[in-house]
């Protein structure tokens, strides 16, 4: 069931409903149907695996509590993350791996065709074992157990976060199963301008540039290097409003039942540096990878070059927890290189002594930001294209830019002969736009407008939200990107 | 941890007394209200025949429209039916034919001509993937914009009842053209299976911004490309971006869209006919695997309908099963499709549907077809020439085809412009 379908209308009504005129102690069994039935109406069968994992979890999870020598506690909290990680492997990783050591043996010359699997991804996997491994090294940690199975099955698969997160924590989330609260008109109307907003970014921005992505991505070879940057900054646009539209909805959603679930994005293209982008960006699986991942490998209280190693092994693995795919891997070493990178950076201005003052301009932070945002977008790449030979090419295009830009004529841009889709000469409008919008909206954060915006325009925002979806609701809009993951 | 708990915290602010209760409710009912008024006070005049999408349906309509020629005859039927009248004619007229533009069956006018006298002018309303359901709203559009034919030819097949590719009446292209063109409140049932599709049939009749999406669509981006026109030209002396670039670069956008030029059928002679022939058994298995017998009892439902309005606009119906491979009939199992061909007899019958069989084995062979189902020139020269055999030995066919050649030409004569009148061949 997808966010954006007329299925999760009918559906999140419903459920809401119920919801407020059940007596609490029913409301998280309900809830737990309803999130069950969502997940099952794409593929009733997965509805075993989530079940199972769950199960499994609620029963092995206490063993690490109990156990009283701390070996013991290790050996118990390996066995939980092993069964997690390998029933995310089977599923997600197993093609993958097969076809690595095909092309590793073909190396050497060894023959060997790997079995075709037929496996099917199930959705949201890769966030709900996150999840139970959390809870899991939480418990190992000290922190208590969850004694309900309803509420642990809940936390697992609440429906606004089932599918693409963001990825909860227990000790958040559980607490607020327990207090019985009383309908509020402002969980209504906090909860249905996220979602409005949510379904705004993704139909109306996410989805139109898209386009872009696609055509620009797929055939790389038929645009400039010019129509490239901006088609590569069509995609950092459309992956962020495809991804906080859906964290917005799930937000909003969760919030009509009266629950708080963590914020995901915070203006990431804002940020002046790779590491303020990673505070920004995917917050809650950033989070998850310092706390379960660079952490435990020693963090950054260790040797300068075993923490550039943490550093480079959590961002490559963060990487291939995206996809099964050379890409991914590549994406998320190189997002581990810009970190290690942009420490060594601060470590050379600290030494260098340059003024203070300088370091702290408007124009030292703009400069930042723009030369940020472009590591970021050439990141992009390797997320976005089919493979590592296409990722490649247009980045090998792209580094041509300067040189196109000394010769500048308007018949470079390959996307102003495009009429149709429309938005594909539009985007000479609709990126700018899309560009100055995040410091605009960082300082309307700043001052504080959006916490009491006067109920008129609020009023106004809706309805004009209402309006433009109901007309712009596409037959079949594309799924959210992260749903593959 | 602690300043992502302060952000979700900062999610519900405290706020200070309302002056209304809820804001999302106030904007629920003004947005209910802005339908409402729009609904009773339409600002914008909307053409239903314009389409995003200009796919076979749209193209045959927009002929339909904008032709003043009158059609006594008009053929309904999937690519079967396109594929035979498109190659026959090609030959017939020794040139290619562009499908987009070309609607008529010169062909099967001329056998009409010489076997009953009178002038024929075929519509060719017939369109690849048209199902029974499609059939009946084509020929209900075609009425709708005062063209109503005397005789309806309409040929099916098994894949017509059974795709399994095809769930619903409402997945198919020619459906979403036409439901902008008919009113589907007696079919409505039928037409809209599951619950949430009825709920959507619901939405788009009593909201008005939901109805007219499409419309709004079109306008905005009309408006748009003229802006950009102003603000950002095209580059002269670029290369031009045509329709074939975009189908390359963007696959899946507007999926069905057709251009002139992009759909032709050119003459062929049998030693290029027999090497063009290509198996598509593969596709059939898929269409055939398994047949859901919700969708076989509403095609036959539709069929019915299309009787029954035939019946009440006094239009003959006529009702060919069209011929297909013995291979593609082997892919059904055979006790499958002999059911099916006496289901059709059966309910022809019923209806008082003349109906004629003219999948014949050994009539037409695998020399005769471009693939397992879609006849080539010869299989469709054969077709209409077997066809109108058939129309001559029935007598209710031959006198409804006999009056509506006599009805064309009274037509003709009346109006005084013999230029108007169908060139003999």
């Not at chain 2, 600002?43 to 349906?57: C, H, L, M, S, T």
């Not at chain 2, 590719?165 to 409505?188: G, I």
Request: net charge positive.
């Amino acid at each position: 069931m997808l966010f954006n379908s007329l299925q999760y209308l009918v559906f999140l009504p419903t459920v809401f409903v119920l919801f407020w005129i059940t007596p609490h102690r029913f409301r998280v069994p309900l809830l737990l149907v309803a999130s069950y039935v969502f997940y099952m109406s794409w593929r009733p069968i997965y509805g075993l695996l989530i079940f199972g994992l769950t199960l499994g979890n609620f029963l092995l999870v206490p063993l690490i509590a109990k156990a009283t020598e701390q070996k013991d506690k290790k050996w118990w909290l390996g066995v939980v993350v092993a069964a997690n990680l390998i029933t995310l492997g089977i599923f997600k990783y197993a093609t993958f791996s097969l076809i690595t050591v095909k092309d590793t043996l073909n190396l050497f010359g060894v023959q060997f065709r790997e079995p075709h699997l037929h496996i099917i991804l199930p959705l949201g996997i890769s966030f709900f074992v996150f999840e139970f491994i959390h809870y899991a090294v939480e418990v190992y940690r000290g922190k208590p157990l969850v004694k309900k199975f309803f509420d642990f099955a809940l936390f697992a698969s609440f429906f606004p976060t089932q599918i693409a997160g963001p990825i909860k924590r227990y000790q958040d989330f559980i607490p607020q199963l327990d207090i019985p609260a009383k309908f509020k008109w402002q969980y209504l109307d906090e909860g249905m301008q996220l979602i409005l907003m949510g379904l705004f970014k993704k139909v109306l921005i996410a989805d139109n540039l898209a386009l872009v992505s696609q055509a620009g991505f797929s055939h790389p070879g038929n645009f400039s290097s010019l129509d490239l940057w901006l088609i590569t900054y069509a995609f950092a646009f459309q992956i962020f409003f495809d991804f906080a539209g859906y964290t917005d909805i799930a937000r909003g959603s969760a919030l009509l039942f009266g629950y708080k679930v963590p914020i995901n994005f915070n203006l990431p293209y804002i940020a002046s540096n790779v590491a303020d982008f990673w505070h920004r960006w995917h917050i809650s699986l950033s989070t998850w990878l310092r706390d379960y991942l660079f952490i435990p490998l020693g963090g950054s209280r260790c040797s300068q070059w075993k923490m550039y190693r943490n550093l480079f092994i959590t961002m490559t693995l963060g990487g291939l927890w995206h996809g099964a795919a050379m890409h991914f891997l590549v994406w998320g070493a190189y997002q581990g290189i810009l970190l290690i990178a942009h420490r060594e950076y601060s470590r050379l201005l600290e030494k260098s002594g340059l003024a203070k003052s300088l370091l702290q301009s408007k124009i030292y932070h703009a400069v930042s930001v723009v030369v940020t945002f472009h590591f970021v977008c050439i990141g992009w790449v390797f997320f976005r294209a089919e493979n590592m030979q296409d990722a490649c090419a247009i980045i090998s295009q792209l580094v041509q830019a300067p040189a196109a830009l000394l010769h500048f004529s308007m018949q470079q841009l390959s996307v102003l002969q495009i009429r149709d889709p429309i938005v594909f000469p539009a985007l000479l409008i609709i990126l700018p736009i899309l560009m100055i919008a995040q410091p605009v909206v960082n300082w309307l954060n700043d001052k504080r407008f959006y916490l009491s915006p006067p109920w008129a325009l609020q009023v106004g925002v809706m309805v004009a939200l209402m309006c433009l979806l109901t007309i712009f609701s596409p037959d079949s809009s594309p799924r959210f990107i992260y749903f593959q993951f | 941890m602690s300043t992502e708990r302060a952000v979700v915290d900062n999610a519900l602010p405290a706020q200070p007394a309302r002056r209304i209760k809820s804001t999302f409710l106030l904007a629920l009912v003004l947005f209910g209200a802005l339908n409402f008024y729009l609904d009773f006070n339409t600002p914008i005049p909307f053409d239903q025949y314009r389409f995003p999408v200009k796919g076979w349906a749209w193209w045959a309509m927009n002929d339909l429209r904008t032709s003043a020629d009158v059609h006594n005859v008009v053929l309904l039927g999937s690519s079967l039916v396109v594929s035979a009248i498109a190659a026959c004619d090609a030959n017939y007229h020794k040139k290619g034919l562009d499908l987009t533009q070309y609607h008529k069956a010169a062909y099967l006018d001329h056998r009409l001509r010489t076997t009953f006298g009178g002038s024929f002018s075929t519509f060719n309303l017939a369109l690849p993937g048209q199902m029974p359901s499609d059939a009946y709203l084509a020929l209900r559009a075609m009425v709708n914009c005062a063209h109503r034919p005397d005789v309806v030819i309409y040929g099916i097949a098994p894949r017509d009842f059974l795709d399994s590719t095809l769930s619903s009446p409402v997945d198919t292209e020619p459906f979403r053209y036409f439901r902008r063109l008919v009113n589907l409140d007696d079919v409505a049932n039928w037409m809209f299976r599951t619950p949430l599709a009825k709920l959507d049939w619901f939405l788009q009749r009593n909201f008005y911004l939901y109805g007219k999406a499409m419309d709004f669509q079109l306008a905005s981006i009309e408006l748009t490309t003229g802006l950009l026109s102003g603000l950002l030209p095209v580059p002269a002396g670029g290369k031009p971006f045509t329709w074939w670039d975009r189908t390359k670069l963007l696959p899946n956008y507007l999926p069905g869209e057709i251009i002139p030029n992009a759909v032709m059928s050119t003459p062929t002679t049998l030693k290029e006919a027999l090497a063009a022939y290509s198996d598509n058994t593969k596709e059939y298995q898929a269409r055939y695997k398994s047949p859901d017998p919700l969708t076989y009892k509403t095609q036959i439902y539709f069929l019915r309908e299309m009787a029954k309005f035939c019946r009440k606009e006094r239009i003959e119906l006529i009702v060919v099963n069209m011929p297909v491979t013995i291979e593609n009939a082997m892919i059904l199992h055979p006790q499958v499709f002999y059911n099916y061909k006496q289901a059709m007899r059966a309910i022809c019958d019923q209806d008082k549907i003349t109906y004629f069989d003219l999948c014949d084995f050994d009539a037409f062979r695998v020399p005769d077809f471009h693939d397992t189902v879609h006849m080539n020139a010869f299989g469709g020269t054969k077709f209409l020439d077997l066809l109108v055999q058939a129309l001559t030995v029935d007598m209710r066919a031959a006198s409804a085809l006999a009056l509506a050649g006599k009805e064309l030409d009274r037509h003709f004569f009346a109006e005084s412009r013999p230029d108007k009148r169908p060139r003999l061949h």
